[in-house]
Nanobody, 115 residues
Framework: QVQLVESGGGLVQAGGSLRLSCAASRRLFSSDIMGWYRQAPGAQRELVAKITGGGRINYVDSVKGRFTISRDNAKNTVYLQMNSLKPEDTGVYYC?????????WGQGTQVTVSS
């Protein structure tokens, strides 16, 4: 079992920035795929960004050029730097870890962007 704890959410005005962190309960290995998902009210959960141990990164089109995902395996932590935030970025952001063919989720952190 791996526990994930997100932090860094909050209320920000449009155009502002937030940095989300996801701390894992054990060291991250190169085989672990880490990702950030979000769920807006009334919508399905969607992938925002993911990063492999080798540094391969994917973003959903709507955040390209504004969000940056990174990981620090030694600190067991994954980050999501969010710049130029828009009201449509509002939602609960969840950290996900795909480890040894199992998927783990954090409890989520709320991000609210006001217009």
């Amino acid at each position: 079992q791996v526990q994930l704890v997100e932090s860094g959410g909050g209320l920000v005005q449009a155009g502002g920035s937030l940095r989300l962190s996801c701390a894992a309960s054990r060291r991250l290995f190169s085989s672990d795929i880490m990702g950030w998902y979000r769920q807006a009210p009334g919508a399905q959960r969607e992938l925002v960004a993911k990063i492999t141990g080798g540094g391969r990164i994917n973003y959903v089109d709507s955040v390209k050029g504004r969000f940056t995902i990174s990981r620090d395996n030694a600190k067991n932590t994954v980050y999501l730097q969010m710049n130029s935030l828009k009201p449509e970025d509002t939602g609960v952001y969840y950290c996900n870890a795909f480890i040894d063919f199992s998927s783990y989720w954090g409890q989520g952190t709320q991000v609210t962007v006001s217009s």
